[in-house]
């Protein structure tokens, strides 16, 4: 297992970086269009996760879940936050307040507790463990809403 967690991190490490050179050809209103779709995803894998916790669990279905916002948030969507991306571009609208380019240490503090976070649900989800999963599931929406207090418009 833990050899199958290395390998898929350096792996997910790998594509950051080359999802990094990948976003800089990018337009704008891509980026913007990108990111949000990756925040939907996750969104979408939480609440099946959060589902699973207050109904029928069903340990295969959140570790997919799981894996999934693991895999999103090692991808390296802050190359997504390129210059221009920091207001509506033609018919792409953001939340992301101007404040977020403006402290990019924080936000990659924030950011790298968010990644640990959701790396941590991943491996507890891997051991089917409903209790453990529920902690874990809270540390990771405390990492992001530390984001979204500070870096997202309503």
Same mark, same amino acid.
């Given at each position: 297992?833990?050899?199958?967690?290395?390998?898929?991190?350096?792996?997910?490490?790998?594509?950051?970086?080359?999802?990094?050179?990948?976003?800089?050809?990018?337009?704008?209103?891509?980026?913007?269009?990108?990111?949000?779709?990756?925040?939907?995803?996750?969104?979408?894998?939480?609440? @099946?996760?959060? *589902?699973?916790?207050?109904?029928?669990?069903?340990? =295969?279905?959140? !570790?997919? $879940? #799981?894996?999934?916002? %693991?895999?999103?948030?090692?991808?390296?969507?802050?190359?997504?936050?390129?210059?221009?991306?920091?207001?509506?571009?033609?018919?792409?609208?953001?939340?992301?307040?101007?404040?977020?380019?403006?402290?990019?240490?924080?936000? @990659?503090?924030? *950011?790298?507790?968010?990644?640990?976070?959701?790396? =941590?649900?991943? !491996?507890? $989800? #891997?051991?089917?463990? %409903?209790?453990?999963?529920?902690?874990?599931?809270?540390?990771?929406?405390?990492?992001?809403?530390?984001?979204?207090?500070?870096?997202?418009?309503?």
């Amino acid at each position: 297992m833990k050899q199958l967690l290395a390998s898929t991190a350096a792996g997910l490490m790998a594509l950051g970086l080359a999802s990094s050179a990948l976003a800089a050809d990018l337009s704008p209103e891509e980026q913007i269009e990108i990111r949000q779709a990756g925040y939907e995803f996750m969104g979408w894998n939480m609440g @099946k996760i959060k *589902a699973n916790l207050e109904g029928n669990y069903n340990a =295969a279905q959140v !570790e997919s $879940a #799981a894996n999934a916002i %693991a895999a999103i948030a090692n991808s390296g969507m802050g190359a997504l936050y390129g210059p221009g991306t920091d207001k509506a571009v033609g018919d792409m609208k953001t939340r992301v307040k101007p404040e977020f380019f403006e402290n990019m240490d924080d936000v @990659k503090k924030i *950011a790298g507790e968010f990644v640990e976070a959701a790396n =941590a649900l991943a !491996e507890v $989800a #891997a051991e089917g463990e %409903a209790e453990a999963v529920k902690a874990a599931f809270a540390d990771v929406g405390a990492a992001c809403k530390a984001c979204h207090q500070k870096y997202r418009a309503n």
